[in-house]
Structure formats: structure tokens, C-alpha cells
């Protein structure tokens, strides 16, 4: 029966002798000696049974002058965890007497089959037969077991996903210009956001429909310290209005209406509007997405209003499915977080006059031009 390393060996009140030697005058980093640690260790009642038994061994062997035999039979154990123990001390000290670094037990699926799991989880589930739209983990499980005949629990799953951070279920929302025009629409709208010209006035242009006049059953709980403000989600809607904008790129001014539609009729009407605004300007330059109605159509509805400004307006399209190139989407981001959301509306009376003083607040003071960067051109891969 082992003896408790706890009931430590007398330790002699003087022993000069016994801690002066080669061997084991070991000087830690801390200064003291090896063997005044293990003494340390002996006396603490907060260290641990197996760090205290192997310090016990060490100092029976190396302060009391026992023999491996007799330090073997006081501690219950045998000669050959002895002289480990004192080989472990005399190599690395204190160190010594501590557990190595365990490499674990082996690894039950190979690097190969680890693969399988990640090139399966690359793939959709309807290759594997699943009427799944995305994978989770018991799906991954019968997807993987079908590939390649290998049973994975979910657990190892999920530890080959998280080590190469892939999340199959997550998706984000990715759309792809494919017009072929792409980059040449891109620099002729850069070049007008960089070059300044005292003539012309660049205007970005577009419209936010279907802006809902929602009325909140029960008001908004504003935030309180250590809670978050709270928005009901019951609403009653008492309809819709439309806002058609134009974003002046160099002062930051906003020229806008609002109505229930946004038809041709409506936008020829808001760029008489803008017309009116800059009178001075010898051109206008109207930088705007591809809708039905930003074209001439069957009636050359802009070829006639242009030529009742007298040639002043020059219209510029941006790439297919490209809305990030026209400044005017930052403008009305900045209206739906600070204006929109979280408001109550009672009609659309009150939505467009909340509407109205923004924008006006923002002319008089707030506004200013963006900082627009443009990073690069992604890959344009257009089929042959």
C-alpha cells in the first residue's frame, strides 16, 4: 500500500550538507535551488497528490540519503518509478517532476476521410439524393456514410467543419453582373465622380418605392441601462408612398418627391423639378440604374424632354444589376436608419412630412459628399 505522500519526510532543520552537490544545485530562473522547491512542494497543502509523492521520492533519495530499495518500500511503490523520478529531477529540476505533454489517443479517421467529409459538405445535398435544401449535422452523417461507406459520429463532424471554419448552412445573398459592358460603364461613372467641371452638375438618381406608413401597436420602449430598447413587431399599415431622389455628388444636396406611384409621368415630372434647381448648369448629369422607365420607350419620352431643356441633360446607365455604383443607395440607407426605422407612422401624411424635415434638415447642414471608393473589378466571367 502506497504511503501518503503528504505525511512528508522529517526535513532537517539544518542541511548544508545535504543541498551542496553537482548533481542537483540545480538554480532555477526564481533563484532558489531545485531541491528548496521541492521542500516548497512538501510543505504546500496546495500541491498536488502526485506532485507531492514524486517530490517525496526525490527527497528521500537526495536530502535523507536513502537508498531506491528503502524509498520504494516507505512510498509503496517500486524501484523503477524511483529512479525515473530522480533521472526526471536530475535532467529538468522541478520541471522534471511534472506530467509530460500527452499526444492523446490516435486519430480514428485518417486526413483522407476527413476530406471526404469537406468535399461533401462543398456539395449539395440533392447530389446525394436529399430533398434538403442545405445540410445539417445528421444529414452530414448519412451524406458522408453514403459517399464513402465511412460511419462518422456528429460530433467528429463537426469538429472537421469548425477546424476548417465551414459552416454549409450558411448563406449569404450574392448577385453577379453579367453585363458585358460592365467595366466600360464603370469607368465612364468613376471618371464623373473624379472629375470636377464648373459647367455640370452630376446628379445620382433613383427611387424607393413601397415605403410603408406603419403604425406600431404599442409604442417603442427606449433602451434602459443594462437592457436594449424594445420595438413591438404587431403593426397596422396604413399604406404606402414612393420617394424619387437625386444625390448632387459635390455638395451632398438632395432634390426629391414624394407620391403614391412612381410612374414615367411621375419621373418626367421630378427631372422638371431638378431642371428647375439648376437652372445655371449648362449640363446635367443623370446617373441612373436600368428601369423600364429610365429609357426612352416606345413614346422617346426623354428625347422630347431633353429637347424641351435644350440638350442640358445627359443620361448615364450603370451596369446590370450594379445599384452599388450609384451613390444615391448610400443616401437612402442613411434615410431608413435614421429616419425610417423604428418610426410609428399613422398615415402617409405623416411618413412623408417625417420624410420631408430629414431631407431638409439634411440640405441645410448635414449633407455632404460621400468618400465613394472603388476597390477593383471583380472577375467578369462571360460565357462564351
Request: net charge positive.
Amino acid at each position: 500500500m502506497r504511503a501518503d505522500p503528504r505525511r512528508s519526510p522529517s526535513i532537517p532543520a539544518s542541511r548544508s550538507s545535504c543541498l551542496h552537490g553537482p548533481r542537483f544545485m540545480r538554480q532555477e530562473r526564481s533563484g532558489r535551488t531545485s531541491l528548496e522547491k521541492v521542500e516548497h512542494l512538501l510543505r504546500s497543502r496546495k500541491t498536488e497528490v502526485r506532485i507531492s509523492f514524486r517530490a517525496a521520492i526525490v527527497w528521500r533519495l537526495l536530502v535523507l540519503g536513502q537508498r531506491p530499495q528503502e524509498v520504494a518500500a516507505v512510498l509503496g511503490t517500486t524501484t523503477k518509478t524511483v529512479r525515473k523520478w530522480r533521472e526526471r529531477f536530475l535532467a529538468h529540476g522541478v520541471e522534471g517532476l511534472r506530467d509530460l505533454p500527452r499526444s492523446g489517443a490516435p486519430p480514428k479517421f485518417d486526413v483522407v476521410e476527413r476530406c471526404e467529409v469537406i468535399a461533401v459538405a462543398c456539395d449539395t445535398p440533392q447530389h446525394f439524393g436529399f430533398e434538403a435544401s442545405t445540410w445539417t449535422l445528421d444529414l452530414l452523417v448519412e451524406g458522408v456514410k453514403k459517399a464513402t461507406g465511412v460511419s462518422m459520429s456528429r460530433s467528429s463532424i463537426h469538429r472537421t467543419l469548425t477546424q476548417n471554419v465551414l459552416r454549409p448552412h450558411r448563406v449569404e445573398m450574392w448577385l453577379h453582373s453579367r453585363d458585358p459592358d460592365f467595366r466600360a460603364k464603370v469607368n465612364t461613372i468613376v471618371g464623373l465622380y473624379t472629375e470636377r467641371s464648373e459647367d455640370a452638375v452630376v446628379l445620382c438618381v433613383d427611387e424607393k418605392t413601397s415605403i410603408q406608413a406603419t403604425e406600431r401597436v404599442h409604442p417603442f420602449t427606449p433602451a434602459r441601462p443594462g437592457r436594449p430598447g424594445r420595438w413591438e413587431f404587431q403593426y397596422t399599415r396604413h399604406g404606402t408612398t414612393s420617394l424619387l431622389a437625386a444625390f448632387d455628388i459635390r455638395s451632398g444636396a438632395v432634390v426629391h418627391a414624394l407620391g403614391p406611384t412612381r410612374t414615367a409621368d411621375d419621373l418626367v415630372a421630378f427631372l422638371e423639378k431638378i431642371a428647375a434647381a439648376y437652372p445655371d448648369k449648362e449640363r446635367i448629369i443623370i446617373i441612373w440604374d436600368n428601369l423600364n422607365i429610365h429609357h426612352d420607350g416606345k413614346d422617346g419620352r426623354w428625347t422630347a424632354f431633353n429637347a424641351r431643356q435644350g440638350g442640358k441633360f445627359e443620361f448615364v446607365y450603370t451596369p446590370l444589376h450594379a445599384s452599388w455604383v450609384n451613390q444615391v443607395e448610400i443616401f437612402f440607407s442613411i434615410l431608413q436608419r435614421r429616419c425610417l426605422r423604428l418610426r410609428s407612422f399613422r398615415s402617409t401624411t405623416e411618413l412623408e412630412t417625417a420624410i420631408t424635415h430629414f431631407i431638409e434638415r439634411w440640405n441645410a447642414g448635414e449633407g455632404h459628399p460621400f468618400h465613394w471608393v472603388f476597390r477593383g473589378y471583380p472577375v467578369q466571367e462571360v460565357p462564351a
